[in-house]
């Protein structure tokens, strides 16, 4: 039963060196931004998860922040640029924060944020600057954290510098449209930085961390955008509210109202005609209303199907990256075994000629002492 037990034992040992080594190899990476900027105690990983735990908190302060400065402010031109503003504003945030190199992701958010608090004035232009004051704070409380992850970064407790090159080049590329056609901040990060490249290894530690990326993005997405697509929805409405073609119907429909009044009063005997008209204008509007819904549930569950592929797609993608690896590891421990039978088949070959070669030693020895034995015998005789 010994015997049969052998080859199991030299797999596991061999297995169990293979993930050593492998373990061994897998030092933690920095990329070359992090490493041209500060500190070197910081790895690629612990900087993102930091950076993706902003993409989740500053999500919902912007949205908050959009959403106390439209009810306190009590307008609907206010509420309407706020709503359109947080349906920009939370996915380029998002956006930034999730970029490969969390460095770069710092640099675009506080350029970001920075943009943002220029803009905010132009943005909600009915609301008291009293709002906008309180508004203000809570955009430089949130470039305040920027900011700490920054010293964190660089090592440096005196940010001044890198505070104003942030706000002079927000200044001078401010935002004039969506956010998502603002200008790049590559030239700034450059500037700030001065990074030319990195390595194959650091590359493919990139990958490695864009498979946590698509697993934090998809979870972040999975609360985010059932939210977005409301706001998205709610945009349409108001958009389709004001079209051209709807205020002439509402214009038409209060032209109708006015005429229904005046046969009303001119034909008080006839109320049964009224009627038919008031249930006509009402069931159009309830119609109306019931097309309204059903745009938005649609709507709704596209981007439900569009979150459930998405999440899909990436646990396929992890399957087979387990897959692969289980399969490499397999390969290895199948050629260590095999290479160390090859070994030690030459050394029993070899062990087992020097037994062979002692036994007949031995015979030899056996056969001539006895010889010797037998002619002193007979010479006692």
């Not at 920095?30 to 902003?54: F, Q």
């Not at 509007?285 to 649609?298: D, I, K, S, T």
Request: charged share 20%; hydrophobic share 50%; proline share 4%.
């Amino acid at each position: 039963m010994a015997p049969a037990l052998f080859p199991v034992r030299v797999v596991t040992v061999v297995l169990f060196a293979a993930l050593c080594g492998g373990c061994a190899s897998l030092a933690p990476q920095r990329s070359a931004l992090t490493t041209r900027v500060g500190r070197s105690d910081l790895s690629v990983a612990v900087m993102r998860t930091r950076v993706r735990d902003l993409a989740r908190r500053f999500s919902g302060l912007i949205e908050a922040l959009a959403d106390d400065l439209a009810a306190r402010s009590g307008s609907p031109h206010v509420a309407s640029a706020m709503l359109r503003f947080k349906a920009n504003a939370v996915p380029a945030v998002q956006s930034a924060l999730f970029q490969p190199d969390p460095v770069a992701a710092l640099i675009d958010t506080w350029t970001l944020l920075a943009q943002i608090e220029d803009s905010l004035p132009q943005t909600a232009v009915d609301a008291s600057p009293e709002l906008l004051a309180h508004a203000h704070e809570a955009l430089v409380a949130l470039e305040s954290e920027v900011e700490a992850e920054w010293r964190e970064v660089t090592g440096r407790e005196d940010v001044t510098q890198t505070r104003d090159k942030v706000h002079a080049w927000a200044a001078a590329h401010p935002l004039t449209g969506p956010l998502v056609t603002r200008e790049s901040t590559t030239a700034l990060l450059a500037s700030l930085t001065e990074v030319t490249g990195g390595g194959l290894r650091s590359t493919a530690a990139g990958l490695v961390e864009d498979t946590r990326d698509l697993t934090a993005r998809v979870d972040l997405y999975a609360t985010s955008l059932p939210r977005q697509a409301r706001w998205q929805a709610e945009l349409v409405a108001t958009d389709a509210l004001h079209a051209p073609t709807v205020q002439a119907a509402l214009a038409e429909l209060g032209r109708t109202v006015d005429l229904l009044d005046r046969v009303g009063a001119l034909a008080a005997n006839s109320p049964a005609l009224i009627e038919r008209e008031r249930r006509a204008v009402l069931d159009a509007v309830h119609a109306e209303r019931l097309g309204l819904q059903e745009f938005v549930n649609g709507e709704r569950q596209a981007v439900f199907a569009d979150v459930g592929r998405e999440r899909q797609a990436v646990v396929d993608a992890l399957h087979a990256e387990r897959v692969a690896t289980l399969q490499q590891l397999d390969g290895l421990a199948r050629g260590w075994v095999d290479h160390a039978f090859d070994r030690l088949g030459p050394l029993v070959d070899r062990v087992f000629l020097w037994l062979t070669l002692l036994a007949v030693l031995l015979g030899v020895g056996g056969l001539l002492g006895g010889l010797l034995l037998t002619r002193a015998w007979r010479r006692a005789r």
